[in-house]
C-alpha cells in the first residue's frame, strides 16, 4: 500500500489509491481508501465537486471516472485524486518519492 508523508505531527486525511499507481485508471479497477481521524460513518464523499453517494464507507472500487476527495470530521479534506479512462497511460508509483530514489514507469494500454 502506500503511506503518505506528512509535516511532522500532522494529522490530515489521506485517500489511498490501490492498485498504488498515478495517473489512477478506471480500467485497473481503483480501490479508494479514505484515512483519517473520525469514524466510518463520519466520511462523506466528493466526486468532481459534488457531495456523491458512498457516505458511511472508508473504501470503495470506483466505477465512474471523475475526481474524487472525501472528507473526515476531525481531519477534513482529502487532497483530491482523479481517476482517468485514457486508453493508454504512463503510471509512476502513488507514495512519496525522494531524490536518488529508483523510480519504475508504467506504460499501460
Do not use: H, I
Not at 503518505?4 to 480501490?31: H, I, N, Y
Amino acid at each position: 500500500g502506500w503511506c503518505p508523508l506528512s509535516p511532522a505531527g500532522a494529522q490530515t486525511t489521506q485517500l489511498l489509491v490501490e492498485p498504488p499507481w498515478r495517473p489512477a485508471v478506471l480500467w485497473d479497477r481503483m480501490t479508494l481508501t479514505c484515512q483519517g481521524s473520525g469514524t466510518t460513518s463520519a466520511t462523506t464523499w466528493y466526486k468532481d465537486r459534488q457531495r456523491w453517494g458512498q457516505q458511511g464507507r472508508d473504501n470503495f472500487t470506483v466505477t465512474e471516472s471523475g475526481t474524487y476527495t472525501c472528507d473526515r470530521s476531525s481531519t477534513g479534506l482529502s487532497p483530491p485524486v482523479r481517476v482517468l479512462n485514457d486508453q493508454l497511460v504512463l503510471q509512476v508509483p502513488a507514495w512519496a518519492l525522494l531524490k536518488g530514489d529508483t523510480v519504475t514507469l508504467r506504460c499501460r494500454g
